[in-house]
């Protein structure tokens, strides 16, 4: 089935240092979707972002849908401790909204 | 709160028993999906209602998993006779009717299912 190739699986970073992950897929698609999860909990939407090229801010948070449409990446600027969780890539591949798939996530630690 | 609710948030069986799940979406939301999650994997989908209309399931969804969502408000998805490889978590999201925004699904905390 469809699969989004998210990188990288983990990161350990320090307090005020900027984070980039990213997410590709042999698939175009019409919707990217960014959420962080912490543990034992349901995915928190971050980000959404909807046309090629869209460049979205959610305070510290930037993401961008890729020109291509098979990609997009999302920066955390400024770190802090409360960043720490898992930050899963989402893509909707139809146009009315329906399943979303998902990467792997990328593991966030930060250290203060 | 108005956020999605999922209710138990745990629940540990013995396996070949059967288990309920239900969802509360928030309220103007018409969309509801269930995923499931394993260990180091993201969400997959399940199954999607509108309404209380069953549009779409996923292979995933094997013979002894069904949805409902009766009244086109909570939703129940019942696995039965379960198996250890159904111990998961079993996550609800909803969104809205309309335009863009239904692409934005908003999830709930997820019910943990641990079958031994």
């Known amino acids: 089935g469809q699969q989004l190739n998210q990188s990288p699986q983990s990161m350990f970073i320090q307090e005020g240092e900027d984070v980039s992950m990213n997410c590709t897929s042999s698939?175009?698609?019409?919707?990217w979707l960014w959420y962080k999860q912490d543990p034992g909990e349901g995915p928190v939407l971050l980000i959404a972002?909807?046309?090629?090229?869209e460049l979205t801010s959610n305070g510290r948070l930037t993401a961008q849908f890729g020109i291509t449409r098979k990609d997009s990446f999302l920066n955390i600027s400024a770190s802090i401790p409360s960043d720490v969780g898992i930050y899963f890539c989402?893509?909707?591949?139809?146009?009315?909204?329906?399943?979303?798939?998902f990467g792997k996530g990328t593991t966030l630690s930060v250290s203060s | 709160d108005t956020g999605v609710s999922q209710n138990p948030r745990h629940k540990i069986t013995k396996r070949g028993q059967n288990v309920t799940f239900r969802c509360d979406p928030i309220?103007?939301?018409?969309?509801l999906y269930w995923y499931r999650q394993t260990l180091g994997q993201g969400p997959e989908f399940l199954t999607y209602?509108?309404?209380?209309?069953?549009?779409?399931k996923s292979r995933l969804l094997s013979d002894r998993f069904s949805a409902e969502r009766p009244k086109g408000s909570f939703s129940t998805l019942e696995i039965q006779r379960t198996e250890q490889g159904d111990s998961a978590m079993y996550l609800c999201?909803?969104?809205?009717?309309?335009?863009?925004?239904?692409?934005?699904?908003?999830f709930g905390p997820g019910t943990r299912l641990t079958v031994t």
């Open positions: 972002l909807y046309k090629a090229g």
């Open positions: 989402a893509g909707d591949l139809n146009q009315a909204g329906t399943a979303l798939i």
């Open positions: 698939s175009i698609f019409n919707t």
């Open positions: 309220s103007e939301h018409n969309r």
């Open positions: 209602f509108q309404n209380e209309a069953q549009l779409e």
């Open positions: 999201a909803s969104s809205l009717p309309t335009g863009g925004l239904t692409r934005e699904q908003y």
